[in-house]
């Protein structure tokens, strides 16, 4: 219900409406409240010994906290054969394309996550790759509403020697279907450290995309973990920021081969 974002909900709650109220999913950390008797999660994403900063109690589901219905509501999402191409050859660009002309052969890291998850540690990781990776791409989406944003990333991109062009800005897709067809042509997820991938998560996850991630010490940190150990997929789940960097450019070593081979192991 947005936790501590949304007033009227928590007013409701402070009612006492019913005996039981459950934090769960939209505000994945405690509120603090009194009138909150129970955090839904499970003991990767919130380990029991941060029991004592939680105002709820913790309950656990048995695999992942996070439920997600895409095998229900989109049962026919395959992979798309003209996603990769339209990954590396995007039709809109927030501003001026700043120019590529990639082999087709190139690693396509991805990132699909608002751009306000974006940290500084984060973005040191992502262009550490691409300058040791010099025939990879980072594919990002170009959320309308932050052009400024997007631009922002490619002047930060340049400032660390790497050039703008090697961030490519695909569109932002409306429908979720579209956008599990475009996903499906990157051959990695690069996660976000201090706000990992959510439901963006568990969509590359059902379109095919490994996700890479390094856990946090928070629960909003801890998601992509969470996933990899649910599905008990953890050849990428990183210890440090320099095992981030260098799963990634195993990857990327390796090109298409070992990013297959990660989707195989990860479709089982």
């Not at 540690?121 to 040791?132: E, K, M, P, Q, V």
Request: charged fraction near 15%; include cysteine; hydrophobic fraction near 40%.
């Amino acid at each position: 219900l947005g936790g501590p974002l949304s007033v009227k909900s928590q007013v409701a709650l402070a009612l006492q409406p019913a005996p039981i109220a459950i934090n769960y999913l939209s505000w994945l950390s405690s509120q603090g409240a009194p009138y909150m008797q129970f955090f839904l999660t499970d003991r990767t994403a919130t380990p029991p010994e941060y029991a004592p900063h939680h105002t709820e109690k913790l309950a656990y589901m048995p695999w992942s906290y996070q439920l997600n219905s895409n095998r229900i509501m989109h049962p026919n999402h395959h992979w798309h054969p003209k996603a990769r191409y339209t990954l590396l050859h995007p039709p809109h660009q927030p501003d001026v394309p700043p120019g590529g002309g990639f082999d087709e052969g190139a690693v396509l890291f991805a990132n699909y996550n608002q751009l306000f998850k974006v940290g500084r540690d984060t973005f040191d990781a992502w262009s550490r790759i691409l300058s040791a990776a010099p025939n990879s791409i980072l594919s990002m989406l170009n959320f309308t509403g932050s052009p400024a944003g997007s631009r922002g990333l490619w002047g930060a991109m340049a400032r660390r020697g790497v050039s703008p062009a090697r961030l490519l800005y695909s569109p932002f897709c409306v429908d979720k279907d579209d956008f599990l067809r475009l996903s499906s042509g990157a051959d990695l997820f690069l996660d976000n450290f201090f706000y990992n991938a959510g439901t963006t998560g568990t969509d590359a996850i059902y379109a095919g995309v490994p996700v890479l991630t390094l856990p946090g010490e928070r629960t909003l940190a801890r998601m992509g973990a969470s996933f990899a150990v649910s599905l008990g997929f953890t050849p990428l789940l990183a210890r440090t920021a320099d095992d981030y960097v260098g799963i990634a450019l195993s990857v990327a070593a390796r090109g298409g081969r070992r990013a297959a081979y990660l989707k195989e192991q990860l479709a089982k």
